[in-house]
C-alpha cells in the first residue's frame, strides 16, 4: 500500500481514532462533529495514474475553495464543518483497492468515499466495501454498460455508490433532460467522426482493445454500430484485436491491419498498453490515416509517455474541458480557473478528470447540505434528488444512480513544443468547438 498523503486543508495534523466495539465507523465519525473526513482510493501509479493524479487535483482543489469559504454548511451540527481528505494509492490493482477502501473506512474513520473517474473494474471493489459499510461513494466509473452490468451482477445492485459518468450508446429514458439529445454518449461523438471519416477513408476499420472490462465492454458494442453504419471492422466476429492485457507483441495483430489496408484505427486500452501497440505499428510501416484511442489517450502523461511525436493527431473522447461555458465551480472558480491551478502546479495541458474530481466534490457538498446531515440514509436520500449545475455541467441521478455526463470529440495536436488537446466535434452549445478534425494525422 502507498500513502499518498493525509491531511486537512482546515487543521494541521490528522488524528487516527481508535475503533469503539459497537459504533460504527459513520457513527463513531460523527460523534467529533468537528469536519468532515473524505477518502480518496484512486491509482496515483500504476497503469491508470493519469486517472487519480488529475482526480486527486481537482477534488484537492474543490476542498480548498469549500474550506476557504468556511467549510460545509450542516444543519445537525449547527454550523459550518471543514472537509479533510485522505487520499490512498491502490497502484492500479483492483485487489488493493477494496482492501484499501476499508483501510479509508475503518482504520482512517472516513465518512464518505468519493473520485474522478476510474475505469469500472477499479470501482468496482471499492463499492462492493461501501456497501458492506453503508458508506456513500461517489466516483465516475465508465461506461455506463460495463458498470452496470457489473452493479447488476452482485445480489443487490450496488445503492451507496453514485456515478455521474458516461455511456457508450445506451439512450438516456423518457423523463431525463438529456433523453434525445446528441452529446451524452460516446456514440454521439463517434457518430460525428464516422460521418466525417466516412468521405475521407476506404471505411475500413482496425479495431483494438484490452480484455478487461472496459476494453471488451467497448469492442462488443462499438464494432455491431459502426457495422450498421457500413464500414468494414475487420475480422470483428472473431474477436480479432480483443487481446489480453499480458500481450507483449502484436506483430500479428498490426500486419493483419496493414494487408487489409484498414486506413482508421480505433482502440480501447489503458495508455501504457496502447502505446507499446502503437510504437510497434509504427516500426512495422502500419500508418492509418486516423487513430482514435479512447481512454489511451485521455491523459496527457501516457501520452508523452508514448514518446516523441507518437500522440500527435490521436483523437479521444473529451470529457471535461476548460472550454466549458455556464459550468460554476465554488466561490468563483471557473472551469479555465481550474485548468489554469493545474498547469501553474504541473505545467502540463488539461487533465480531463480534473474536472470530475472537482464535480464529486460538489455532489457531495450538495447532498450534505440538502440532507443537513452526515447519516449516509439521509444523504442516500438527497443524492436521488440532486439536480446541480457542476463545474462539468448538470447532475441528474437516474434510478441506476448514474448521471450521464456530455461527451465530445477531441484531439491531440502538438504545435510546436506545446501539447494541446482541442475540441475538434461537439454537440454542446456549452462547449464550443476549438479546432478543426486533423487529417490525416501526420
Same mark, same amino acid.
Given at each position: ?8 486543508? %482546515? ?15 459513520? &457513527? &463513531?465519525?460523527?460523534? #467529533? ?45 449547527? $454550523? ?30 472516513? &465518512? ?10 477499479? $470501482? ?12 456513500? &461513494? ?6 455506463? /454498460? ?20 458516461? #455511456? ?37 476499420? #482496425?479495431?483494438?482493445?484490452?480484455? /478487461?472490462?472496459?476494453g471488451r465492454g467497448w469492442y462488443l458494442a462499438f464494432s455491431p454500430v459502426i457495422a450498421k453504419k457500413g464500414w468494414d471492422v475487420y475480422r470483428v466476429k472473431d474477436e480479432f484485436g480483443l487481446v489480453p492485457m499480458e500481450t507483449t507483441d502484436f506483430s500479428s495483430l498490426i500486419k493483419a491491419w496493414k494487408d487489409n489496408n484498414c486506413e482508421v484505427l480505433w482502440a480501447n486500452a489503458p495508455g501504457p498498453f496502447f502505446g507499446a501497440m502503437w510504437r510497434q505499428a509504427k516500426r512495422m510501416g502500419y500508418k492509418p490515416k486516423m487513430v482514435y484511442a479512447t481512454r489511451a489517450a485521455l ?40 485548468? /489554469? ?25 450538495? %447532498? ?75
Amino acid at each position: 500500500m502507498k500513502r499518498y498523503f493525509s491531511f486537512s486543508l %482546515a487543521m494541521a495534523v490528522v488524528c487516527a481514532l481508535a475503533l469503539v466495539a459497537g459504533i460504527s465507523p459513520l &457513527q &463513531q465519525a460523527e460523534g #467529533a462533529a468537528d469536519k468532515i473526513k473524505v477518502g480518496v482510493c484512486t491509482g496515483l501509479t500504476g497503469p491508470h495514474a493519469g486517472f487519480g493524479q488529475g482526480g486527486v487535483f481537482g477534488i484537492q482543489a474543490a476542498v480548498e475553495d469549500i474550506n476557504k469559504s468556511g467549510g460545509v454548511s450542516v444543519k445537525e451540527s449547527g $454550523r459550518k464543518l471543514p472537509i479533510e481528505l485522505v487520499v490512498l494509492d491502490n497502484e492500479g490493482d483492483p485487489t488493493k483497492a477494496g482492501t484499501l477502501a476499508q483501510d479509508l473506512i475503518l482504520r482512517d474513520k472516513v &465518512q464518505f468515499i468519493v473520485n474522478g473517474m476510474d475505469p469500472p473494474h477499479m $470501482r468496482a471493489p471499492i463499492a462492493g466495501v461501501c456497501e458492506r459499510y453503508k458508506v456513500v &461513494q461517489i466516483s465516475g466509473c465508465g461506461p455506463y /454498460e460495463a458498470w452496470m452490468g457489473m452493479r447488476k451482477s452482485v445480489e443487490k445492485p450496488w445503492q451507496y455508490t453514485w456515478t455521474p459518468s458516461f #455511456a457508450i450508446a445506451t439512450p438516456a429514458k423518457p423523463g431525463d433532460f438529456r433523453h434525445g439529445k446528441l452529446g451524452y454518449s460516446m456514440m454521439d461523438s463517434w457518430t460525428g467522426a464516422l460521418d466525417e471519416l466516412a468521405q475521407k477513408t476506404n471505411k475500413k476499420c #482496425a479495431a483494438f482493445a484490452s480484455d /478487461e472490462p472496459d476494453g471488451r465492454g467497448w469492442y462488443l458494442a462499438f464494432s455491431p454500430v459502426i457495422a450498421k453504419k457500413g464500414w468494414d471492422v475487420y475480422r470483428v466476429k472473431d474477436e480479432f484485436g480483443l487481446v489480453p492485457m499480458e500481450t507483449t507483441d502484436f506483430s500479428s495483430l498490426i500486419k493483419a491491419w496493414k494487408d487489409n489496408n484498414c486506413e482508421v484505427l480505433w482502440a480501447n486500452a489503458p495508455g501504457p498498453f496502447f502505446g507499446a501497440m502503437w510504437r510497434q505499428a509504427k516500426r512495422m510501416g502500419y500508418k492509418p490515416k486516423m487513430v482514435y484511442a479512447t481512454r489511451a489517450a485521455l491523459f496527457f502523461s501516457d501520452v508523452n509517455a508514448w514518446g516523441g511525436d507518437l500522440g500527435n493527431g490521436i483523437s479521444n473522447e473529451m470529457f471535461w474541458n476548460p472550454a466549458f461555458k455556464g459550468c460554476p465551480g465554488i466561490g468563483g472558480t471557473t472551469p479555465q480557473a481550474l485548468f /489554469e491551478r493545474w498547469n501553474k502546479k504541473t505545467s502540463q495541458p488539461v487533465n480531463q478528470n480534473i474536472g470530475l474530481g472537482y464535480q464529486a466534490i460538489q455532489i457531495l457538498i450538495d %447532498a450534505i447540505e440538502r440532507a443537513g446531515s452526515l447519516e449516509a440514509e439521509k444523504i442516500n436520500a438527497a443524492l436521488k434528488k440532486t439536480d446541480l449545475m457542476t463545474i462539468y455541467h448538470r447532475v441528474v441521478f437516474d434510478e441506476d444512480n448514474f448521471s450521464r455526463d456530455p461527451v465530445s470529440f477531441g484531439q491531440w495536436v502538438k504545435k510546436g513544443n506545446t501539447w494541446v488537446n482541442e475540441v475538434v466535434i461537439s454537440n454542446h452549445d456549452f462547449l464550443p468547438k476549438t479546432a478543426d478534425l486533423l487529417f490525416p494525422i501526420p
